[in-house]
């Protein structure tokens, strides 16, 4: 016969804790990398590449947009004699396809900028962050306490809970890759929303593009924020009444730490909204 003893729960959780902080660590190394150089940077060059073939579609449609501006606009022949409308659509125009020429290079600086703010946040909290999430002696000790006939609930509420962590921690991952994804694709699109610059008309489009190419790099920072603000908190123990229980020690611990994974989780998945409502 088996004995569920409760040394294996507590090796599951903390089998469980050491993945959680792997992921935290491998996320905060993600977050204050520059794009270019995540995984390599094959991928951003391959998208570099697709960005340097589209300007030539970019180029077509920046023509198509500016005499849609014209016509839309009806701006008649003599208005076109007039010094001040030529030398405004012609500026225009210009500044347009140095857009389109020039977009990349613009794109990699904020992409820069933003790991570089990403960067300088971890290093200024880095002397002040908490340690690795882990199981406190106290609750140790706690598991120790318990019976055999404590060991069973033990053992479901010490797999139940390992369960979740992987899944939080995997989810908080996924996120960040994710970011990574959306700033390659829009790096490689890039010269097609970029031409509708060329008319007041589109503009907006451009103009819809960058804001969310700089909230994919914001998200950045906001994750880093809330990564750290987490390891700030969740390595103090919660407060529980020392007349309480063992078990009731055991079942706030694990709440407390659960709790504190799905709000750093919701903050992680809603950082997008939050960069929306501060940019407005």
Do not use: H
Request: aromatic letters at 10%.
């Amino acid at each position: 016969m088996i004995y569920i003893t409760p040394n294996i729960s507590i090796g599951n959780i903390q089998a469980a804790l050491g993945i959680w902080n792997e992921k935290i660590k491998e996320i905060f190394s993600l977050l204050s990398l520059d794009p270019a150089t995540f995984k390599g940077g094959s991928a951003y060059l391959l998208m570099t590449r697709i960005n340097e073939s589209l300007k030539a579609i970019g180029y077509s449609l920046l023509v198509l947009f500016f005499i849609y501006g014209l016509v839309s606009e009806s701006i008649t022949l003599n208005e076109l004699k007039r010094p001040e409308t030529g030398i405004r659509l012609i500026l225009r125009f210009v500044l347009s396809k140095s857009v389109i020429t020039y977009g990349l290079d613009f794109l990699q600086a904020l992409t820069r900028i933003g790991s570089g703010i990403s960067d300088t946040v971890l290093k200024t909290g880095k002397g002040i962050l908490g340690g690795e999430l882990m199981i406190p002696d106290e609750i140790q000790q706690c598991f120790s306490s318990q019976g055999i006939l404590e060991g069973l609930p033990l053992f479901i509420v010490s797999l139940l809970a390992c369960l979740v962590i992987l899944v939080l921690s995997y989810v908080l991952l996924f996120t960040v890759y994710g970011r990574f994804f959306r700033i390659y694709i829009l790096t490689a699109v890039a010269p097609l929303p970029l031409s509708a610059f060329a008319s007041e008309k589109t503009q907006r489009v451009g103009t819809q593009f960058l804001k969310v190419y700089i909230s994919s790099i914001l998200e950045g920072i906001v994750i880093v924020l809330a990564c750290m603000l987490y390891s700030s908190l969740a390595v103090s123990m919660p407060q529980i009444s020392e007349d309480a229980s063992s078990s009731s020690k055991i079942w706030l611990f694990l709440g407390e730490m659960v709790f504190n994974m799905l709000i750093l989780v919701g903050i992680v998945k809603g950082s997008d909204r939050l960069v929306r409502e501060i940019s407005g």
